[in-house]
């Protein structure tokens, strides 16, 4: 039996996965370390985009401004949907040894999964849009976290819309 004060007085959470048994769901300060390695990573990346387009379209007019839109559209949307359905995890995740997981199968979430998933974070964070919106998503921000912090799988709306769960990789039986 744990006794108070040694820390293992309160059992962990589990996740059980069709076939491959039980994860262990991701903290909610884990998964902010591995957006904050993500979005530092997402801006380099899409700066770099931006430098590329605008040497392919080269020049200063609207044709310019659509290649950097549109090329700077394609890595934001594509990093984490795409990253996600490939590996089960973003570069930022991957580094914090977390994987996100279809709770159906137990596997990587398939790209709908994976695009459910996101377009759910891009509309909370077109909250973050300078003005009286960044209030609300900053409000935002702190209610997905006490949503997820609060949930007993810690599932957030985003995991919930996408079926999706975030994991400890290395409570993920993989054999």
Aim: hydrophobic content about 55%.
């Amino acid at each position: 039996m744990a006794q108070a004060g040694d820390g293992s007085s309160r059992e962990r959470p589990q996740i059980e996965l069709p076939g491959l048994g039980s994860a262990e769901p991701a903290d909610v300060i884990v998964r902010f370390w591995a957006r904050v390695v993500d979005a530092v990573l997402l801006c380099v990346l899409l700066m770099a985009a931006a430098v590329f387009a605008w040497g392919l379209a080269s020049g200063a007019g609207m044709e310019s401004i659509v290649w950097q839109v549109g090329i700077v559209m394609l890595f934001a949307v594509l990093y984490e949907p795409g990253m996600t359905a490939w590996k089960g995890a973003t570069p930022g995740k991957l580094i914090a040894g977390i994987r996100v997981v279809d709770v159906r199968t137990g596997r990587w979430p398939r790209i709908g999964s994976s695009l459910l998933r996101y377009g759910v974070l891009f509309a909370l964070s077109l909250m973050y849009l300078p003005g009286s919106w960044s209030l609300l998503g900053l409000l935002a921000l702190i209610v997905l976290a006490m949503v997820i912090g609060t949930h007993p799988q810690r599932r957030g709306w985003h995991d919930r819309a996408g079926r999706t769960a975030v994991v400890l990789a290395d409570t993920l039986d993989r054999t």
